[in-house]
């Protein structure tokens, strides 16, 4: 399956975004599809992931804030972002991956599939 991420861009803090990440390749449904985020000088994190039952699995520092969602018709997966924070500043990337359990989620090592990235800018 490709990726393609897109939405990223300039907000200020409060403000909205969001992310898009259109597949296509082998059949979609069948994938798990994450958010992870990397800011300059930081590891990359895990932001949240919907598995193919249509449970929705947060890291902390986005509970309350974000929502992932999946539109099956159109292939894409989404990340709103609201209340945005300085600190959201990072590169966000999709991934999928068709065998994921919930004690892998959270380790980009355990995604098969990768998007490019599309940078979030947060001001102050």
């Known amino acids: 399956v490709q990726l393609q991420a897109s939405g990223g861009g300039l907000v200020q803090a409060g403000g909205s975004l969001r992310l898009s990440c259109a597949a296509s390749?082998?059949?979609?449904?069948?994938?798990?599809m994450g958010w992870f985020r990397q800011a300059p000088g930081k590891e990359r994190e895990f932001v949240a992931a919907?598995?193919?039952?249509?449970?929705?699995y947060y890291g902390d520092s986005v509970k309350g804030r974000f929502t992932i969602s999946r539109d099956k018709a159109k292939n894409t997966v989404y990340l709103q972002m609201n209340t945005l924070r300085p600190e959201d500043t990072a590169v966000y990337y999709c991934a999928a991956d068709s065998s994921l359990i919930l004690s892998s989620l959270m380790r980009s090592s355990e995604y098969d599939y990768w998007g490019q990235g599309t940078l979030v800018t947060v001001s102050s």
């Open positions: 919907l598995f193919r039952s249509g449970n929705a």
């Open positions: 390749g082998r059949t979609f449904s069948r994938y798990t």
